[in-house]
């Protein structure tokens, strides 16, 4: 498993991990509305919109990968930013082999997300908030684990020409 986190907010206690495996992270520009302040953090759905650009999905289009950098101006104290000087942003991009562990904070608060005791696969979405849901209609993955404690889940990514 990879982890990605920056150093000097991990001192100052501001981390949401991705933890990932055989994924790649894909770097581009994040583009974003203007006064748009919505935060994303790493583990939300972003969609790529041409030339090497990326923009939070917001239910329209399809998802491309999961942010793998904080850009949240609202998050914690004061905020995190971890943009490159012109908008260089890195998202993470697999297949159906690719397992990534996303912290609470990406998720969406009013899902409920739970592993069916028969082993049947229990699909997630992304939801128009770019947060990883379990209803909308992009399919992104189906869910492996929740951890005991409700913090984080497992998801196991869907091919990018597969649905459900």
Partial sequence: MMYTTNAH???????????YDNAIQYAGVLVRDEG?????????????????????YDGTGTPFGLAAIFVAPNYGRGGINQLG?????????????????????????ASSF?????GTKVPVYANADGRISMTGTAVVGHLLEVAPDNKSIVIQLADPAVAA
Avoid: C, S, W, Y
């Avoid at 907010?9 to 933890?19: C, M």
């Fill in 85 to 109: 000087q012109n908008g260089e942003f890195t998202a993470i991009v697999g297949n159906n082999t690719t397992t990534v562990r996303i912290n609470v904070d990406a998720l969406d608060q």
């Fill in 9 to 19: 907010d991990a001192f100052l206690g501001r981390t949401a991990n991705i933890e």
């Fill in 114 to 118: 739970a592993v069916k005791a028969d």
């Fill in 36 to 56: 748009d302040t919505k935060d994303i953090l790493p583990g939300m759905v972003v969609k790529h919109i041409g030339d090497k650009q990326m923009k939070l």
